[in-house]
């Protein structure tokens, strides 16, 4: 019974399904389901839902009930669930060939290079996993440069608050409260500065220096965008100092804030660019590209099993050839627009503070109330995210139409009204 269990639990969420309604009873085969969950290891707090299926800004439990997900996979699906041409583009290309291995070139990969690379404006790209390994690939860059260019510089200034993956070098570049204390010893060669303090950085350069790396908004501590002006002064510092401007776009990359990259509307160029979670549209997939000056590894310095593998390069590629149309990055744009417009409503009445762009925002609560808010939108039927205890996070897909954020509205509007939160 365990085994088989256990076995259900790692494939699809449609086999899931499938085997729900053999067993006839939904009920007792989700209890089964979840007893399951005891050989989990337990890195996460979850609900006593199974989900199973999912199509564009909705997805379902296994009791058949609808959410309308306004967090898709974390900011992940960005063509919502299983948008048709990325369901087409993993059944074409696992028919065709899924992996043969990073000691080959395949079709896909050197296809959607040149594609991303042209987009960003720099020279080369490398593929990964995650966003985490992405940002690990951006990190070792860096100290390769300044290996080679800076004496064997190697520190790299990044912000408090921050988040860039849960790796432990990445936890040691992030700036998230409580994570210094977390698996020690910690990875030296990391200077942590307040977010959206130009100044603050220009304190901390020193010889050893080689990087300075930022999320353009960033994301985990709740969307928080810094001043106008404050990537293009980052710029101009490390032009100045020689150092390398390293963006974090894993979770505004992608359309994700209206524009490809978050960078862009600040036409800011950063030496090394890392994308994760849109870029895939729900497939594991992540980049790290940089332009001609820090592009420096040789075989041997970086590379992954999965690495650049033609099924998940096949589903990033479909999910960019529509992303990247000016036509959908405009409509990004109005939506966001018309979602600030609605949830400025929601905010003004209930005295909250609300930021982001694009499709990208969080509304501050007054206290730390916001996964009280979360449990009363799941149960009526919305999914948010509460990345602090006093932020919600909405992150929908960048296909979500007017009426479903009119829905998103007032669902979170009944939250706050049945007492959520005090106003
Ligand atoms: C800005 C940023 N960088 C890196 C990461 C890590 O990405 P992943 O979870 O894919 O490793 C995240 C994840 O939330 C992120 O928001």
Redesign the pocket.
């Known amino acids: 019974m365990t085994s088989s269990l256990s076995s259900l639990s790692s494939t699809s969420n449609l086999t899931l399904s499938a085997s729900l309604s053999q067993e006839g009873s939904q009920g007792a085969a989700h209890e089964a389901l979840l007893s399951g969950e005891a050989q989990l290891m337990r890195v996460a707090a979850r609900p006593a839902r199974v989900m199973v299926r999912g199509s564009g800004s909705y997805i379902w439990d296994h009791a058949g009930a609808r959410y309308l997900d306004f967090v898709q996979g974390?900011a992940v699906n960005s063509l919502g669930h299983s948008p048709p041409e990325l369901t087409a583009a993993l059944s074409e290309q696992a028919s065709i060939l899924i992996t043969a291995s990073p000691a080959f070139h395949n079709a896909p990969q050197l296809q959607f290079a040149g594609e991303l690379v042209r987009a960003a404006g720099l020279a080369q790209v490398h593929f990964a996993n995650?966003?985490?390994?992405a940002?690990e690939a951006a990190l070792k860059l860096a100290r390769k440069w300044g290996r080679l260019h800076r004496a064997g510089a190697y520190e790299v200034i990044t912000t408090e608050n921050s988040?860039?993956?849960?790796t432990l070098a990445?936890m040691a570049a992030s700036g998230k409260p409580g994570w210094d204390q977390l698996f020690p010893p910690k990875m030296p060669g990391f200077v942590k500065v307040p977010f959206g303090d130009a100044a603050a950085v220009a304190a901390c350069i020193r010889p050893e220096t080689v990087a300075v790396m930022v999320?353009p908004i960033q994301?985990?501590a709740g969307v928080v965008v810094p001043p106008e002006g404050y990537l293009s002064e980052l710029r101009a510092l490390c032009d100045s100092h020689d150092l390398l401007l390293i963006c974090?776009e894993?979770?505004?990359g992608m359309g994700r804030t209206g524009t490809l990259f978050a960078s862009q509307h600040d036409r800011v160029e950063p030496d090394i660019l890392?994308l994760?979670?849109g870029l895939g549209g729900g497939v594991p997939v992540?980049a790290v590209l940089a332009n001609e000056r820090a592009s420096c590894f040789v075989p041997g310095d970086q590379g992954g099993t999965y690495n650049g593998n033609p099924l998940m390069i096949a589903a990033a590629r479909s999910v960019f050839a529509v992303v990247s149309q000016p036509a959908f990055l405009a409509r990004v744009r109005a939506a966001g627009a018309y979602l600030q417009e609605r949830l400025s409503i929601v905010c003004r009445e209930h005295g909250l503070a609300l930021r982001g762009r694009g499709l990208l925002w969080a509304l501050v609560l007054p206290d730390a109330r916001a996964s009280q808010v979360v449990e009363a939108c799941f149960s009526g039927g919305l999914l948010i995210n509460a990345p602090r205890p006093n932020l919600l996070r909405l992150m929908p897909s960048l296909r979500v139409s007017d009426a479903e954020i009119d829905e998103l509205a007032a669902i979170l509007q009944g939250a706050i009204l049945r007492g959520a939160i005090r106003s």
């Open positions: 974390w995650s966003g985490a390994e940002n988040f860039h993956g849960r990445m999320e994301g985990e974090d894993v979770q505004t890392t994760g979670k992540s």
